[in-house]
């Protein structure tokens, strides 16, 4: 599967946002952003007017690389979001909230969704009791997530839990940071996603 293997912060860079790719270093001054906040390459200060299109295409860019799926992925969740009821563009941001590899993330079980997404692929966590290794499966409200007994061990677990034990919970998870597990409460809302996209000009961009 085509992956992308250059340097992530050049990522958040072109965006002109932090998408916490990097984990911890995204809350420092050696964040890339902070350092250097304009568009990576020759021409990454210069200035110019984007064109509507332009601004679709960075929208979509954002939400895609913010939950690190690839086109075709983010084209099959915006597919799923025309067919529910709502706002599409509040469905789709919903959806990829789901996704299990966002949630351990969301959960403070891993510094960035791609670490998450590693460990859930290395089979560290449960779904309701099952174990589950499929980054892209969508948690509804009321499932359990843990992490397995076997995997509480880990050094590279704990490293982690401790690292993370005072990163704040979205409202619609639970975390109960002794027996290491997590319940959906509910669905997200979009007040309660902290991507700073416009989601209607996905939706405008994939409607043409």
């Not at 021409?43 to 332009?54: A, C, I, L, N, V």
């Not at 913010?66 to 469905?91: D, I, N, P, R």
């Not at 509804?140 to 997530?145: A, E, T």
């Not at 409202?171 to 902290?194: Q, Y």
Request: proline letters at 3%.
């Amino acid at each position: 599967m085509a992956r992308y293997t250059d340097s992530v912060c050049k990522l958040c860079r072109r965006e002109g946002q932090k998408l916490f790719l990097k984990g911890s270093r995204c809350y420092t001054d050696k964040c890339a952003v902070t350092r250097r906040a304009y568009a990576p390459g020759q021409h990454g200060q210069g200035r110019k007017k984007t064109s509507e299109y332009g601004l679709q295409l960075r929208a979509k860019q954002t939400a895609k690389r913010y939950y690190g799926v690839l086109e075709s992925q983010f084209l099959k969740y915006y597919e799923m979001a025309t067919k529910k009821e709502g706002k599409t563009g509040e469905e789709l941001l919903i959806l990829l909230e789901r996704r299990l590899d966002n949630v351990v993330y969301r959960l403070g079980w891993a510094n960035s969704r791609a670490e998450a997404r590693q460990l859930v692929v290395h089979g560290h966590f449960t779904v309701n009791g099952g174990r589950v290794d499929i980054p892209s499966f969508l948690v509804k409200p009321g499932d359990m997530v843990s992490i397995r007994d076997k995997s509480r061990k880990s050094e590279k677990i704990k490293a982690v839990l401790e690292q993370n034990a005072s990163r704040p919970v979205p409202k619609w998870l639970e975390v109960n940071r002794e027996t290491l597990e997590g319940k959906i409460l509910a669905l997200p809302t979009r007040d309660e996603i902290d991507l700073s996209v416009d989601e209607t000009l996905i939706v405008e961009l994939y409607s043409k």
